[in-house]
């Protein structure tokens, strides 16, 4: 059975940094294109930042240069390093992972910016 588990979500203040992890299990993490995506209240959900199998990252545009994607295989875990926060970026957090025909969602965490 294939699980992912964000944690990680906070309430901060803008300008603050936050780290969110996805531990994914029943699947082999280093062929899965892993991928952070957000939707924020009434608005549809987007792709933040995602990671290929060949570990190229891409990230949109609103993120470039604050957000990180990174993926450890030997643990199975992918991160979201965020960096100078704004309240724009309020949303809920999942984690998705692909391959093929194959997708996959976490149940989401919630990040919080306001001051």
Partial sequence: Q?????SGGD???PGESLSLSCAASGIS????????????PGKERELV???SRLRYRNYVDSV?????????????TM??????????????YYCHARFGSKNYWGQGTQVTVSS
């Fill in 79 to 92: 991160y979201l390093q965020m960096n100078s926060l704004k309240p724009e970026d309020t949303a809920v």
């Fill in 64 to 76: 470039k240069g604050r957000f990180s994607i990174s993926g450890d295989n030997a643990k199975n």
């Fill in 49 to 51: 930042a995602e990671i």
């Fill in 11 to 13: 309430l901060v203040q």
């Fill in 29 to 40: 993490f280093s062929i899965y294109t892993m991928g952070w995506y957000r939707q924020a």
């Fill in 2 to 6: 294939v699980q992912l588990v964000e």
